[in-house]
């Protein structure tokens, strides 16, 4: 029996007596642990999937021991640009022993026999009983709107090209033109 079980948005096959590196737990060494998101059980050649998960399917588990893997070079570099750079990086686990892989049935409900039954007693019909009519309530008064006018719609005119207009004369006023013939 084998199954197929998501633990921290990851998937692991695994099987009784198992021994499988997950990612950290918390959780200290020598506890048990559930995992009730099961995808898939195989039963001896009997396949059941999930949708997305298989119901009442659990998987239980012991933990061994924590630790850290071993270190992972990470190097960036751009080329012509002077920039490079080295780090490392150790990823933390959790060392879990599978114990057992679960599948419990679903209650299955036995068909109902027809048992003789006592003869079922008939209710009194209810007895239509007047009701007062509803009142309803007054219509609304419609208020007078100012009637709402469309604006014409804009005709496309072409335009005449621009010219530049000439300067007005700037004709002298009457009381200049009257002083003027006075002087002469």
């Known amino acids: 029996m084998y199954a197929i079980v998501e633990i921290s948005g990851k998937q692991f096959k695994v099987a009784k007596s198992d021994v499988v590196k997950i990612p950290l737990q918390n959780a200290a060494p020598k506890d048990k642990l559930k995992f009730s998101n099961v995808l898939l059980v195989d039963d001896k050649g009997k396949v059941t999937i999930g949708t997305p998960f298989v119901k009442n399917a659990t998987v239980s588990a012991t933990v061994v021991e924590h630790g850290r893997d071993r270190k992972i070079i990470v190097f960036k570099k751009k080329r012509r640009k002077d920039y490079e750079v080295k780090r490392g990086h150790r990823q933390a686990y959790t060392m879990i022993n599978i114990d057992s892989i679960t599948v419990a049935k679903a209650k299955e409900t036995a068909p109902k026999v027809a048992t003789e039954k006592a003869p079922a007693t008939k209710v009194a019909p209810k007895v239509a009983t007047e009701k007062a009519p509803a009142t309803k309530a007054a219509p609304k ?44």
């Open 141 to 184: 008064v419609a208020t007078e709107k100012a009637p709402t006018t469309k604006a014409a719609p804009k005709v496309a005119t072409e335009k005449a090209p621009a010219t530049k207009a000439a300067p007005k004369k700037v004709e002298p006023k009457k009381s200049e033109t009257v002083k003027k013939t006075e002087k002469e």
